[in-house]
């Protein structure tokens, strides 16, 4: 029901600036607080000792998504929350994020928060053909996948293993 006067408020979404290192700390506390938490994630290959591996990494390292009605005044407990550094705000009250930036990272990373690091459709140790290029019509294995959506490729070419990186659209399934 709306009385005149009254203004109907709804939850928006806020930026929090995490501790180092303390995503899931915070995550859990915020959660444990009553508030709606988002952390996107996706899916990276990088080099850790020499070797590619597959990693979930945060989209946006050292800050985290927070849903919440700052009409209600509970918005100033994140500021003390265990693994929290502050709730980034502009002058006396926190600053909230576009409605069009939020669903745009809701819709790419869903609600599980990973996103579309390997949709390719390629994981690593498959079997590819590559499509076009010099080396059209031969078979590799898939290394790693790159954010940027290059795969690094293992080819055998002249009877030794040689590393080839191409765009993931210039691949094909055998």
Known sequence: MFVEGEVATQ???YLVQLKPN????????????????FAPRERRSVRRSGKFVT???????????VTLNPEHGSWR???????VARLVSFG?????LPDG???ALLVRYGDGGEGEGTSIGFRVGDDVVIREGP????VASVEAIDPERRVHLLIDFMGRHSRVTVEADK???P
């Open 171 to 173: 691949l094909a399934k």
């Open 135 to 138: 080396f059209a019509d031969f």
């Open 22 to 37: 303390s995503l899931s700390r915070a995550q859990t506390n915020l959660e444990r607080q009553g508030f709606g938490c």
């Open 101 to 103: 930036l939020m669903q």
């Open 77 to 83: 407990v994140i500021n003390s929350t265990y693994g």
């Open 55 to 65: 990693a979930d990494l945060p989209v946006f390292p050292g800050y985290l998504f």
């Open 11 to 13: 939850a928006r979404w």
């Open 92 to 96: 006396a009250g926190p600053a909230p």
